[in-house]
């Protein structure tokens, strides 16, 4: 299986202020990576598929960039409705695996 | 709209058999993957499995394989996630997602089903 770790685990940020949460592959899975939101009691939301493409809907503050191994998810400006937790996800091979997330707190 | 809707929290025991359902609308159901992500309590995202409706061509995570069955039933929209004996470590929320192959993210949710497994 390929293994995805994120970093930092866990990141406090005060509104308005960019923040990037990293993602890091075990092999390379070239651009396909992509990213999800998934805020307290409620179901993941995808936010970028195949490493930097935005969902419909989702706000441009939101960009993804990387590839090989290190992939990275970019927040600018960050909104009160962003502190959530946040997880990458290899489609390259199956089994298709997640990141053991990142959550996003108020500073 | 595509829309995913999961049957509604369960309880069992130990032991017990349960089956869980996911039914697609807004789109047609046998013409995407559609598969399951496990959530332990306080925990991250596991990616179960999947099928594909129209032939019910499976595939399993090897960490579930052998613990649970994916199936469809592509006249009703429907998938499922089963259980022939249950632990207390399969209290979880489970969720289906419509699955874009070719990448394999998933763009659509289910709003979750969650399995409560206690004696």
């Known amino acids: 299986d390929i293994q995805m770790t994120q970093s930092p685990s866990s990141l406090s940020a005060s509104v308005g202020d960019r923040v990037t949460i990293t993602c890091r592959a075990s092999q390379n899975i070239s651009k396909v990576l992509n990213w999800f939101q998934q805020k307290a009691g409620r179901a993941p939301k995808l936010l970028i598929y195949?490493?930097?493409n935005l969902q419909s809907g989702v706000p441009s503050r939101f960009s993804g960039s990387g590839s090989w191994t290190q992939f990275s998810l970019t927040i600018n400006s960050l909104q009160p409705e962003d502190f959530a937790a946040y997880y990458c996800q290899q489609g390259y091979s199956s089994p298709y695996t997640f990141g053991q997330g990142t959550k996003l707190e108020i500073k | 709209e595509v829309q995913l809707v999961q049957s509604g929290a369960a309880v069992k025991k130990p032991g017990e058999s349960l089956q869980i359902s996911c039914k697609g609308s807004g789109y047609s159901f046998t013409a995407y993957w559609i598969g399951w992500v496990r959530q332990l309590p306080g925990k991250g995202l596991e990616w179960m499995g999947i099928i594909y409706p129209d032939d019910s061509d499976t595939r399993y995570s090897p960490s579930f394989e052998g613990q649970v069955t994916i199936s469809a039933d592509k006249s009703i929209s429907t998938a499922y996630l089963q259980w022939s004996s249950l632990k207390a470590s399969d209290t979880a929320i489970y969720y289906c997602a419509r699955h874009l192959s070719g990448d394999w993210y998933m763009d659509h949710w289910g709003q979750g089903t969650l399995v409560t497994v206690s004696s």
């Open positions: 195949s490493q930097s």
